[in-house]
């Protein structure tokens, strides 16, 4: 490993000044090895998570496939340097803000959307002229060795090298001096990140997960939130960092938006081939645990719940103790729980009691109600009557806020992620304005001095 950093080390420094036309044929080649390798992508998902072909495409292949092709598209905009304006006491000077590589990147990535998550911050990385050290999680093999291979076939070790292992490699990798660290992953873990990242100062971008709530008011049309709903919540089994947590819902409205939601789930994922498995044993053990929490009576909707096939079905349940589980830990599968309320001000001050959401969500059509909402929240994102979906818009910046991780991702904020933006100042020689306001100090430079204090 250490000989492997020493050796990127040196890269970084030849890639400061390199060509953006030597970038763009990186991610050229590996946009190339995308659309050659879809097959073994599709497999490589279908093998660790049991994912559909058609969810994979549209969950991973896609997004990997937009950022590469955005990247290629905008890294001349990008990168180029931003002229700044003057003010008063730098005329003559000239100012800019350039992007220069931040060098010798680690990206730590999860097992829930293997593939994407870990490309993602790749594109960025390269797009941003860093070399790379790539730990994805080891809960995913199958797609883990698929990335090894692919930046095996596509890079040199001395620009991008893939680490397959699990918690114990991550640490031994942590010991090396990085200057940016991308970690996707856990709140929990990514405070051991940021503890190891301290002890060299690396930045670090951290995109982390929580519960993130979902809002159903009076006012909102019912089947098209069970819809979207159902969609955002039970995609890749509710596997998802974005995914709807748990909901609030309207009394006026529960009962009927409750059917809907039903019969949404049995329209979009009633097939089994169409539903995607739970990643593993201590995960499906996880959320057995949190489903053995919970009375019977308490289950709107189950099925399926098969340890030997890892399948848990849908499982839809309200009335929730606030101290259970459910209502504790990030769910992290297909478990949705619903709460009833009548005030919105009361839900609001619920969510603003627990940590800062990655996302959250309202169905509504008061506008009064949106903008109470968007302006007495805080949360890496707001998605107004739909779900998910801001993970892929491609001008939104993603990412979190305090718990739920810091830092952004994807296309342009990704690229900045991993840049340093450098000031840059240029001043003419001999008389400048600053120079006028040197000591030794006099009447006409106290003048000068008075003026700017009260003026500018
Ligand atoms: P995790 O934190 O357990 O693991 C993520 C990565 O960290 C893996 O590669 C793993 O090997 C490594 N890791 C685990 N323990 C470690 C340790 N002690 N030291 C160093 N590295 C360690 O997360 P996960 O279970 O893979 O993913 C689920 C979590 O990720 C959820 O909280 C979810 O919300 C979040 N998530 C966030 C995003 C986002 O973009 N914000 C996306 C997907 C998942």
């Known amino acids: 490993m250490k000989k492997t950093f020493n050796r990127q080390q040196r890269k970084s420094i030849e890639l400061r000044s390199e060509k953006i036309s030597l970038r763009k044929k990186r991610l050229e080649v590996l946009e190339k090895w995308m659309l050659q390798n879809r097959e073994a992508i599709k497999a490589a998902l279908a093998s660790d998570l049991g994912k559909s072909a058609h969810e994979a495409d549209i969950s991973e292949v896609f997004p990997a496939l937009s950022e590469v092709r955005k990247a290629r598209r905008k890294l001349n905009l990008w990168s180029r340097a931003k002229q700044v304006k003057s003010s008063m006491t730098f005329i003559g000077t000239r100012a800019k803000i350039a992007y220069e590589p931040k060098g010798v990147c680690l990206i730590i990535s999860p097992w829930n959307y293997p593939f994407m998550l870990a490309v993602g911050p790749l594109i960025s990385a390269l797009s941003a002229g860093n070399t790379v050290f790539l730990k994805p999680s080891e809960f995913t093999p199958a797609t883990s060795a698929l990335l090894k291979t692919m930046v095996e076939a596509l890079f040199d070790e001395e620009v991008a090298v893939v680490y397959e292992g699990d918690a114990n490699v991550a640490q031994q990798l942590l010991q090396l001096p990085f200057n940016h660290i991308f970690f996707t992953g856990s709140p929990a873990v990514g ?3 940021m503890k190891h990242a301290a002890a060299h100062l690396s930045s670090v971008t951290l995109e982390l997960g929580g519960k993130s709530p979902t809002i159903v008011d009076e006012t909102a049309s019912i089947k098209d939130a069970a819809h979207k709903i159902a969609w955002g919540k039970w995609i890749n089994a509710g596997q998802t960092c974005v995914a709807p947590d748990h909901l609030y819902i309207h009394r006026s409205i529960s009962d009927e938006f409750i059917t809907q939601l039903k019969n949404e789930v049995s329209k979009l994922f009633g097939k089994p081939e169409d539903y995607t498995r739970i990643v593993n044993e201590k995960h499906f053990d996880r959320l057995s645990e949190l489903l053995k929490e919970t009375s019977e009576s308490s289950i709107l909707l189950s099925g399926k719940v098969d340890k030997s096939e890892l399948i848990i079905d849908p499982v839809i349940c309200k009335d929730i103790s606030a101290e259970s589980g459910l209502m504790r830990e990030e769910i992290f599968g297909p478990i949705l729980s619903i709460i009833e309320f009548e005030e919105l001000d009361q839900v609001v001050a619920t969510i603003n009691e627990a940590e800062k959401p990655l996302a959250l969500y309202l169905f509504s059509k008061s506008r009064k109600n949106k903008n109470f909402v968007l302006r007495q929240t805080s949360s890496g994102s707001v998605v107004v009557n739909d779900c998910v979906l801001q993970f892929a818009h491609p001008h939104l910046p993603f990412g979190g806020v305090n718990n739920s991780g810091f830092g952004k991702s994807h296309g342009e904020y990704g690229f900045r992620a991993f840049s340093n ?21 006099n009447k006409w430079k106290n003048k000068l001095l008075d003026m700017l204090i009260k003026y500018f």
Not at 421 to 441: C, D, F, H, N, R
């Open 421 to 441: 933006e450098k000031a840059v100042l240029k001043q003419k020689i001999g008389l400048t304005m600053s120079g006028l306001l040197y000591p030794p100090a």
């Open 191 to 193: 405070k051991i990140i």
